[in-house]
């Protein structure tokens, strides 16, 4: 099993759509976990992060499941903006900033 | 306020060769870690610097190794390249005095893609 995984999409949305993508992971010790963006051929960049149960931001809302180990993203009223790749992460637990990447899921939002 | 900073953007090399790949942090974080982010894949952990040391490494072999200078930037080598190398390479910063594991946020720099024919 993948440490984490993703759906890979694209998920392909009209403007002003909801859109929730979920990430899985396999070590139960992890503590924290980050949703990245990355534009094509661009660098990752931090979107939000995730300590308890969730965490909400505008349009962005991520939330945890510990016991089903799982995490989501959902993002409301979609802007063409919004496309992009969305990568889930998570931090090695006992490692030192060593974060794992899922594959990321591609979104596209059509006007 | 610089952000990380990558050189060079791109690099075209061949099989059997060696490669460079150097990482400026952002102001004030002292440890690097490199990633290999191959095409439709997310980021690979390499290897991550701290004080001039390797302090964690991911699944490469060694023809990957690294270096980190006293201005705490980091060089990235990678030796014998193999076409399998060809991937964009991410150096991201930050500071390890951040409380809490994980909470240390990383930044990345723009990348260095490698070409390997």
């Known amino acids: ?111 | 306020d610089a952000g990380v900073t990558q050189s060079p953007t791109h690099l075209i090399k061949t099989r059997g060769q060696q490669v460079t790949l150097r990482c400026s942090p952002k102001s004030g974080h002292d440890t690097v870690s490199w990633y290999q982010q191959a095409l439709g894949q997310g980021p690979q952990f390499i290897f991550q610097y701290y004080e001039e040391e390797e302090r964690q490494r991911g699944n490469f072999p060694d023809r990957f190794s690294g270096h980190q200078f006293p201005n705490y930037s980091s060089e990235l080598n990678v030796n014998a390249l193999l076409l399998g190398d060809s991937a964009l390479y991410l150096c991201a910063s930050s500071f390890r005095g951040g409380s809490g594991e994980g909470r240390r946020e990383q930044f990345f720099g723009p990348g260095t893609r490698l070409t390997v024919l």
């Not at chain 1, 995490?71 to 974060?99: E, H, Q």
Request: positive net charge.
């Open chain 1, 1 to 111: 099993r993948k440490e984490v995984e993703q759906d890979p999409g694209p998920f392909n949305v009209p403007e002003g759509a909801t859109v929730a993508f979920n990430c899985t992971y396999s070590n139960s010790a992890s503590q924290s976990f980050f949703w990245y963006r990355q534009d094509c051929r661009k660098e990752p960049k931090l979107l939000m992060s995730v300590y308890s149960s969730g965490n909400e931001d505008g349009r962005f809302t991520a939330q945890l499941n510990r016991a089903s180990q799982y995490i989501s993203l959902l993002i409301r009223d979609s802007k063409l903006s919004d496309s992009a790749t969305y990568l889930c992460v998570v931090p090695f637990s006992g490692g030192y900033n060593k974060l794992i990447f899922g594959a990321g899921t591609r979104l596209a939002v059509h006007p």
